[in-house]
């Protein structure tokens, strides 16, 4: 190794070597980069430095470009290589992945003991001991030593493919190392996800708007199953061999034989398995796992109890979906208190800034929380909360995770007090307080307010554009496709085709639902800009009252202010919206990709012929949903209620009306139909 260590350094460059020389060079590299793979990522003992590494890595990089007909699939530079898969195929396992019978009580392993004890003849039998680790099971089959196909557990039967994802996780070997692996080798494993690369990950899901992953076993299989094999790789993912479900060679006598020959052939295996052959010794394995469980690297929820000898489990025998010779000790649930693991700021649709606490995984009333609402840096400090301090969750209204209260820890040192940061951790633009909240001052073109803003800005009350929902807005987004509103109407239907779910025609019909959208009504476009504290209503207050968007954008505070229903706060919302320069610019583009917004003057703003009039809806109606009708009497100066009372001047009836309509008879109440009120708003 020493020498093709040397030889690598004083290597000529790769263009200047022949084929046969090439050759030659690129595998003593990839041996040695995979000798110092397994160091690294298995053993945790690395032999040279991270730069020493990235020579010999870029080096093979180098050899591989000048002879690409000399790189191979199980190269270490493939890893990360692979082209995206246009879905997960179906693969049927070598042998079923069964899955374990789990119980808590000390009394169901004593009686799994004495079956044990009396499948062996009466002998008392030995057994390995093993974490239970909480994460995401899979099938690695190797063929003549190499990886040929990685296979999701699913029904225990049959899985989905993921050979392109496990690729990327370092510390699978894509070729085994020994003299003699079996010609044919089928391994179970279970790939994990770091607790410290799990918060981190959230993290910097809730800094870019993106829900928060429940617990790293979730992560883990989210990752597992994406598609683009770019997006897994770099994500820390590592992974834990113990089983054999299936090999060439004949079988090996005993589980501590198969967690030996594992580790020979370069498959990682846990550190703390242990070995036992009474209750007593079990329990105190059972008990130190517990002890150690909030300092492990990785989630674990107790440990699995396997008879060691084949001959035994072979008398033991399965069950339909469970093996009756390993069982599952599980550690009781962490019940409410847990640890306070960050503290990370997330970026709403309107710009404010919401600190969320990030937990330890802990089971909550059934449910596994590990994120919290603070609400906001008061409350953060007036419960004196850091990161790293012991908290009891409560689920307020048994739905919503919140921290009810900090546990005093005597003699334990808290962590630095917790401030709200001065610029926006999506963007980088100024964060203002105002009041108990801190904003983003960014508006329109920052990425963390980018998918809400987009799907607020679809809705049907807004600019109802069709088939604009969060699953789309997140991938326009994700994909680089659109960094602000206006890029929406500069999107092309082979960009929209491009997006997961979609095909020629239905990303033809996004585009026109876009193109579609470029006249709106002032107040459904003031609306759909989410500028803060203007919803509809105040929407259409504001258009009714200035006719124009120029009107709008040029109106000062105080004349924003003075208008009926807007009070001070509200004003200087818009106000301070339409000066920044960013939503100006993504507005200006607005109008150079065409979007013409209509006037309200004369016709809307100026002809009042519903002013002082009261109207009831009732029934389903042809032309609007009921939004949009309410919408339309309050647009000419009427009101819109919910009940029928002594003041209702209307009742429309639509098809199905309710109990409404008996109401609305029984006061006298003039009642019309959509035709008829179709007529009276001058829409008929």
Not at 7 to 22: E, F, I, V
Not at 84 to 111: C, F, N, W, Y
Not at 373 to 388: M, P, Q, S, Y
Not at 644 to 659: I, K
Request: aromatic share 6%; glycine share 8%; hydrophobic share 40%.
């Amino acid at each position: 190794m020493a020498a093709r260590r040397e030889s690598s350094l004083r290597a000529r460059p790769a263009d200047t070597l022949d084929k046969q020389a090439a050759a030659a060079e690129m595998e003593s590299l990839r041996e040695e980069i995979r000798h110092h793979d397994y160091l690294y990522y298995v053993k945790n003992a690395p032999e040279i430095s991270d730069a020493e590494y990235d020579k010999r890595f870029s080096r093979l990089q180098a050899l591989e470009d000048a002879f690409p007909d000399l790189r191979t699939e199980d190269s270490p530079t493939q890893r990360i290589g692979a082209a995206p898969v246009g879905t997960l195929r179906k693969a049927r396992h070598a042998a079923p992945m069964l899955s374990l019978q789990a119980v808590r009580e000390q009394a169901d392993i004593e009686s799994f003991l004495k079956t044990a004890r009396k499948a062996a003849g009466g002998e008392k039998p030995g057994y390995v001991l093993e974490p239970k680790f909480d994460g995401f099971s899979v099938e690695l089959v190797y063929e003549k030593g190499r990886l040929v196909r990685g296979v999701t557990r699913g029904d225990g039967e049959t899985g989905e493919d993921i050979t392109h994802n496990l690729r990327t996780v370092r510390a699978l070997p894509l070729v085994l190392q020994g003299d003699a692996p079996p010609h044919s080798l089928s391994v179970r494993g279970e790939v994990l996800m770091p607790r410290q690369a799990f918060q981190a990950l959230n993290k910097a899901r809730l800094e870019r708007g993106d829900e928060a992953f429940a617990n790293p076993r979730n992560a883990a299989a989210g990752m597992m199953r994406q598609l683009d094999p770019g997006k897994v790789a770099g994500r820390r993912l590592d992974i834990f061999c113990y089983d054999i479900l299936d090999s060439s060679d004949e079988p090996l006598p005993s589980q501590t034989e198969t967690l030996a020959s594992l580790a020979a052939w370069g498959l990682k295996t846990c550190p703390l398995n242990d070995a036992a052959d009474t209750i007593a010794a079990i329990r105190r394995y059972h008990d130190r796992l517990a002890e150690q469980r909030e300092t492990l690297e990785y989630e674990v929820d107790g440990m699995v109890v396997k008879a060691d000898s084949r001959d035994v489990r072979e008398a033991l025998g399965v069950r339909a979906r469970s093996p009756r010779w390993a069982i599952a000790w599980k550690f009781a649930p962490r019940q409410e208190v847990t640890t306070l693991e960050d503290i990370v700021v997330q970026v709403g649709r309107s710009g404010i800034l919401t600190p969320v606490a990030l937990l330890a995984p802990v089971d909550v009333g059934g449910v596994t929380v590990s994120r919290a609402t603070l609400h906001n840096a008061d409350e953060i400090k007036r419960k004196d909360l850091r990161v790293g301090d012991t908290v009891r969750v409560i689920r307020a209204g048994d739905v919503i995770p919140e921290i009810s209260e900090r546990l005093s820890r005597p003699g334990k040192k808290q962590g630095k007090p917790f401030a709200m940061p001065e610029r926006c951790p999506a963007c980088g633009a100024k964060v203002v307080r105002e009041g108990a909240y801190f904003r983003c001052e960014a508006g329109l073109s920052c990425p963390a307010q980018l998918v809400g803003r987009i799907r607020h800005f679809a809705q049907r009350e807004a600019m109802n554009i069709d088939g604009l929902g969060e699953k789309t807005a997140a991938q326009l987004v994700s994909r680089g496709l659109i960094a602000d509103l206006a890029d929406l109407y500069t999107l092309k239907p082979a960009d929209v085709q491009t997006l997961e779910g979609f095909g020629k025609k239905s990303a033809q019909q996004l585009y026109d639902a876009i193109q579609n959208a470029k006249t709106p009504r002032l107040d459904r476009f003031l609306h759909a800009l989410g500028i803060p504290r203007t919803g509809r209503r105040t929407a259409r207050l504001v258009a009714r009252e200035l006719g124009s968007l120029d009107a709008v954008q040029k109106a000062s505070r105080k004349a924003l202010a003075a208008l009926p229903g807007i009070g001070d706060e509200t004003a200087a919302a818009l106000h301070h919206f339409f000066r920044q320069e960013e939503n100006r610019d993504v507005l200006q583009r607005m109008r150079r990709a065409g979007v013409k917004v209509g006037e309200m003057a004369g016709r809307e703003a100026g002809r009042q012929p519903l002013k002082g009039k009261t109207f009831v809806l009732s029934g389903q109606l042809a032309r609007f949903t009921r939004n949009e009708a309410k919408d339309r009497i309050e647009t000419l100066g009427g009101r819109a209620t919910s009940s029928v009372s002594g003041e209702t001047d209307y009742l429309v009836r639509g098809e199905s009306p309710g109990s409404k309509l008996d109401e609305a008879e029984q006061q006298a109440v003039e009642i019309l139909d959509e035709q008829a009120f179709l007529k009276l708003i001058g829409e008929a």
